[in-house]
């Protein structure tokens, strides 16, 4: 069974799917509406999700069963598993609508599908409360903006085949809940929660909308598409005097925070839930409170100092025996000796001290963190617990910059390996600037990490950027090599059909190997093995291959005086498209003229004396010539010894296998596993863009991820954080390595999250024990 060579990206869009006609070319000023709209889609979801966990984690605070409580914790660890997934799904899906926009479908009638009365169903309960909710996000929009909705509806139809309404304009509410539905298919989740994040869908990502349909009515405008149109402009959310940029978002937010400080009831909550954990802890993972009865707290501000004081001291290589705790008292032990009263911190910040330490615990014990830039995140502690001293939405706020800067650090050293050179490297010097900037400047302004926080994202984005051009390249790389290699398969059946157990000149089996090999490979990477040109190459080494066989039926003769002219035309024209030696070329043709001459001459000794005489051209006095001999006489004038001179024979016993230079066909036989083994299991479970991690040996370790998967040849693709190719598998071969232990995968959810999820998870072990 055939099948194309095709890669499996972990950019790839859906196009890839059959279309009934080409898609047209989309007008520029259309492209830029959609990669603007595109930009603004993919920052309202990341705030989505960023802030899914507060909503989350209040809905199972509030739950009234350890069931409905779990199943609000299980789409919290969901969604930031497969956040990446769904975004990318819903953009695919807004680019695939775009690009459908000038595609033509001529005469095709929508497909009809058979009704049967045993079918019909009422509407089940869930899908009605669904489809109500759904219908009541698109009639909001739709009251607010439905006139800029209809005039951009109206500029697109101005420019592309399609007849767009409301409802089909790729950008319109309906078909935007629609994308984000298909993206979010695969969470699985109970209705309650679903309509849990259609609120949010409709929070952050519609509530935009009215933005979105003015930038792009604008640029359409600008682009001279129906000015007449008169769209009131959306209100202004920022200053108008320049762009928004990441660190303006955040920095806002933290004002927000500041000025609310921390009266919102729902952060109370958050944290008040964490408290009430803490408190059943006590004396197992959590000190004991054994406090004198003079003890004196100090002021939030006062432990603020102390903190900034241990910021400065941090050594440069933070270890396991750093225990803030523990340095905390001796500075509280020094101030109760030198004012004469105990000094102690209050409880609500030692409970913040004690979520933090436990945090950074599981985060240096953290697998998917390399061990060398763990020394560095653990300078990260004393900071982070100054913030969440006087910022406690720390705990609660997905998209608390903090937070966020944390989790971008230990998103962007996950292909880090412990043997890249951390002189050289350049995240790991980022990382450490960060970390250091904040150990010298940070005294008790958040803002910061706002300033941080973007400059960091510009710098990640740059190097993923090109990390994913290299990566591209790799992937293309492989692919053509695929193709190839699929072509080279065809071209050594084609030869070996023709050939295996012939005995044929020397000459024609050369240059059927050596040179029309190349022909048969160029023309089936052109044109398939299905197409007329691949027919005509395997019939011209048919007839190559006929002609210089021996016949004795007097009708090959008349057949041969036919064939050799075109089949010599055919060769030359297909060794100079395969752009072969001419030298060589000239070499071929001339040794094959004097196979085709010594056939003629066999059939000419082979015929009888009167035969002879008769075929003989007879004299006439007319000028006409039998055709016959002018062809047949120029080919039986040559010398005698070459004539004579019998060609070099070859038998063709082993199957011809055509290499690439370097390439060794000689593959080791693989372990056969049965299809249910879990080894296979977890191998078909590798999705594109994983990460992961080879134990080479004892002392090395190799992290990369899965940029593809060829399928035609079984190649499993991967490459470093660099996008360069570092390694390839076959599916068999990672099979293998999983039973004996050697690969792990790292797990790319946010690192902070996870840590935090421990934390609550234990608490709540402990509490139920």
Wanted: hydrophobic share 45%; net charge negative.
């Amino acid at each position: 069974m055939k099948t194309d060579a095709k890669v499996v990206h972990l950019t790839q869009v859906a196009a890839e799917q059959s279309s009934p006609s080409p898609v047209g070319r989309l007008p520029v000023a259309l492209t830029n509406v959609r990669d603007k709209a595109a930009q603004q889609l993919r920052k309202a979801l990341q705030s989505l999700f960023d802030n899914a966990d507060d909503t989350l984690f209040e809905m199972a605070d509030r739950a009234t069963s350890n069931t409905e409580q779990n199943a609000f914790f299980e789409t919290m660890r969901d969604l930031r598993l497969k956040r990446k997934n769904i975004e990318r799904g819903f953009l695919h899906k807004v680019f695939d609508a775009f690009a459908a926009l000038n595609q033509y479908e001529i005469g095709r009638a929508a497909p009809l599908e058979a009704v049967s009365f045993d079918t019909l169903t009422l509407v089940q309960n869930d899908e009605l409360e669904e489809a109500v909710a759904l219908e009541a996000m698109v009639a909001k929009v739709m009251n607010h903006e439905g006139v800029a909705l209809n005039h951009l509806t109206t500029r697109l139809n101005a420019m592309v085949s399609k007849k767009l309404d409301d409802k089909t304009n790729p950008l319109g509410p309906s078909l935007l809940c629609e994308f984000f539905l298909d993206a979010c298919s695969s969470l699985g989740v109970e209705i309650k929660v679903k309509l849990i994040i259609l609120k949010l869908f409709e929070k952050y990502v519609l509530a935009d909308l009215d933005q979105l349909y003015a930038e792009a009515n604008q640029t359409l405008v600008a682009a001279g598409v129906l000015p007449e149109l008169k769209t009131a402009p959306a209100a202004q959310r920022r200053n108008p005097s320049r762009p928004a940029t990441a660190a303006d978002s955040t920095m806002t937010e933290s004002a927000g925070v500041a000025n609310s400080g921390y009266a919102d009831e729902g952060v109370k909550e958050v944290f008040g839930a964490l408290q009430e954990l803490l408190s059943q802890a006590r004396g197992t993972v959590v000190p004991q409170r054994n406090r004198p009865a003079d003890a004196r707290p100090i002021s939030s501000n006062d432990l603020m100092r102390l903190l900034s004081h241990m910021q400065q001291g941090v050594p440069t290589q933070a270890s396991d025996d750093f225990d803030l705790r523990e340095q905390l008292e001796s500075l509280l032990v020094r101030a109760s000796v030198k004012t004469g009263k105990t000094r102690v911190v209050g409880e609500v910040d030692e409970d913040v001290i004690n979520l933090v330490s436990m945090l950074f615990e599981f985060i240096l014990d953290d697998r998917t963190l390399p061990d060398s830039l763990k020394a560095l995140i653990a300078r990260l502690q004393i900071p982070m617990l100054k913030v969440a001293v006087i910022d406690k939405t720390f705990f609660s706020r997905g998209s608390h910059p903090a937070r966020r800067l944390l989790n971008e650090i230990a998103s962007a050293a996950l292909g880090w390996g412990d043997q890249d050179d951390t002189q050289r490297d350049s995240l790991y010097q980022k990382i450490e600037q960060v970390v250091q900037r904040l150990l010298n400047d940070f005294v008790d302004d958040p803002a910061i990490f706002s300033e941080l926080l973007s400059d960091f994202l510009a710098f990640t984005g740059d190097e993923r950027r090109r990390s994913e051009l290299l990566e591209q390249r790799t992937r293309d790389a492989e692919e053509g090599s695929a193709k190839a290699a699929l072509a080279r398969r065809e071209v050594e059946q084609a030869l070996n059909e023709r050939l295996l157990g012939k005995t044929l000149p020397e000459v024609v089996v050369r240059l059927l190997q050596e040179a029309w090999s190349k022909v048969l490979m160029l023309t089936c990477l052109k044109h398939g093995v299905a197409s007329a040109e691949w027919q005509a190459a395997l019939a011209t080494m048919d007839e190559l291959v006929w002609s210089v066989e021996p016949h004795e039926d007097p009708d090959a003769r008349m057949r041969l005086l036919e064939v050799v002219p075109g089949l010599l035309k055919a060769l030359r024209e297909g060794m100079a498209s395969a752009a072969f030696d001419p030298f060589s070329t000239g070499d071929f043709f001339n040794q094959l003229e004097a196979l085709h001459v010594q056939a003629f001459q066999r059939f000419k000794r082979s015929l009888p004396d009167d035969d002879v005489e008769a075929e003989a051209p007879v004299a006439d006095d007319s000028d006409e010539q039998p055709v016959l001999a002018e062809q047949d006489m120029p080919l039986l004038e040559l010398p005698p010894e070459v004539v004579d001179d019998e060609p070099a024979m070859v038998a063709v016993v082993e199957e011809i296998v055509l290499l690439v230079p370097g390439e060794n066909r000689l593959v080791e036989p693989e372990v056969s596993l049965p299809d249910d083994d879990e080894a296979l299991l977890q191998v078909d479970n590798l999705r594109v863009g994983s990460w992961v991690e080879f134990q080479e040996d004892e002392e090395h370790k190799l992290r990369c991820k899965l940029a593809a998967v060829i399928k035609p040849t079984g190649k499993y693709v991967f490459v470093n954080r660099t996008g360069m190719k570092v390694l390839e598998k076959t599916r068999m071969g990672l099979a293998v390595e999983f039973r004996r232990g050697a690969i792990r995968l790292l797990d790319d959810a946010l690192l902070f999250d996870r840590a935090l999820e421990s934390v609550i998870g234990n608490l709540r072990r402990l509490k139920n024990t």
